[in-house]
């Protein structure tokens, strides 16, 4: 039989990570987190994930640097960061945006600081 738990997590209780980002809800292979009113800054050192990343931009602009090629990030557009590929952020605006990781982020030290901003 499939798991039928419903599970619901308000971003207001939800646990930071290291980066800022807060961890909303989490499945077996699949993680979603919140990045709020992410301070602008200048590019971060570019880091390589072990998960694969989706996001979508809610508020604010970012410039995202993904292997050598550069993308624009603006309210309404979504993203996708390859498990492994050299990449990172450069805020413009405070920025807003939900990621989804598959697999989830937050767990077996995936997310831990390497001196970048996740994703």
């Not at 960061?81 to 990449?87: E, F, L, Q, R, S």
């Amino acid at each position: 039989m499939s798991d039928t738990t419903i599970i619901k997590v308000s971003s207001a209780h939800s646990p930071r990570g290291e980066m800022g980002q807060k961890y909303l809800a989490m499945g077996k292979s699949l993680s979603m987190r919140l990045w709020q009113e992410e301070p602008t800054c200048t590019a971060k050192h570019p880091s390589r994930r072990e998960y694969e990343t989706v996001g979508y931009v809610i508020q604010g602009r970012a410039e995202l640097h993904l292997e050598g090629q550069m993308v624009l990030l603006e309210p309404g557009d979504s993203w996708v960061v390859p498990k492994g590929a050299n990449h990172s952020y450069q805020v413009l605006e405070p920025f807003t945006a939900v990621e989804a990781t598959h697999p989830p982020a937050e767990v077996h030290g995936r997310d831990a600081t390497t001196g970048a901003r996740g994703g």
